[in-house]
T-cell receptor
Framework: AQSVTQLDSQVPVFEEAPVELRCNYS??????LFWYVQYPNQGLQLLLK??????LVESINGFEAEFNKSQTSFHLRKPSVHISDTAEYFC??????????????FGRGTSLIVHP | NAGVTQTPKFRVLKTGQSMTLLCAQD?????MYWYRQDPGMGLRLIHY???????AKGEVPDGYNVSRLKKQNFLLGLESAAPSQTSVYFC????????????FGPGTRLTVL
């Protein structure tokens, strides 16, 4: 079974500083990788995804993540964070389940706290 | 499009009571999922459905039942609620499982006393 590890439960950072949220997963055979963001009292929304092709993927609001197959990682980065980036971030990995469907497994989440 | 909606938004139950959570999507998605979110645990899959009339167990199915009688609706039932089921429940849907980008509802906060 797939497991997803988000190494930091909480990451405090000052505004305009760079940040990296780490994600590692257990199985590297034919996976799809995602980062979701959850703002307080809301559902999750997709931030970015890796399906195939270029290993570096970007979001519209300045986040990027790099798929590293050899290290089974999909770390999320932003060169300069804003107060509005304060949220919970979830890494998710989809692989082929026993029923023949791709089933997602989520990490436990990383709380990004941006201080002024 | 409303996307994915969930009713109710909040509910308080007593131990042993039953209830049904409703998830509806208007995107004609085939796949639908129910998750629970607990502090420090991330999202855990309860049940999912790969199409109308089909359901399958996820990681934590015990104490829950589901039904997918219509493609747009996915119901989650608690037959006899327990305090351990106090959680925030999220429904999600995807068009297919190939790229599996999930669209989430706003959540239902359930407290079992």
């Amino acid at each position: 079974a797939q497991s997803v590890t988000q190494l930091d439960s909480q990451v405090p950072v000052f505004e305009e500083a760079p940040v990296e949220l780490r994600c590692n997963y257990s199985s590297s055979v034919s996976v799809y990788l995602f980062w979701y963001v959850q703002y307080p009292n809301q559902g999750l929304q997709l931030l970015l995804k890796y399906l195939s092709g270029s290993t570096l993927v970007e979001s519209i609001n300045g986040f990027e993540a790099e798929f590293n197959k050899s290290q089974t990682s999909f770390h999320l980065r932003k060169p300069s964070v804003h107060i509005s980036d304060t949220a919970e971030y979830f890494c998710a990995v989809s692989d082929l389940g026993w029923g023949g469907s791709y089933i997602p497994t989520f990490g436990r989440g990383t709380s990004l706290i941006v201080h002024p | 499009n409303a996307g994915v909606t969930q009713t109710p938004k909040f509910r308080v139950l007593k131990t042993g009571q039953s209830m049904t959570l409703l998830c509806a999507q208007d995107m004609n998605h085939e796949y639908m999922y129910w998750y629970r979110q607990d502090p420090g645990m991330g999202l855990r899959l309860i049940h999912y459905s790969v199409g109308e009339g089909t359901t399958a167990k996820g990681e934590v199915p015990d104490g829950y039942n589901v039904s997918r009688l219509k493609k747009q609706n996915f119901l989650l039932g608690l037959e006899s609620a327990a305090p351990s089921q106090t959680s925030v429940y999220f429904c999600a849907s995807t068009k297919t499982d190939t790229n599996n980008e999930q669209f989430f509802g706003p959540g239902t906060r359930l407290t079992v006393l």
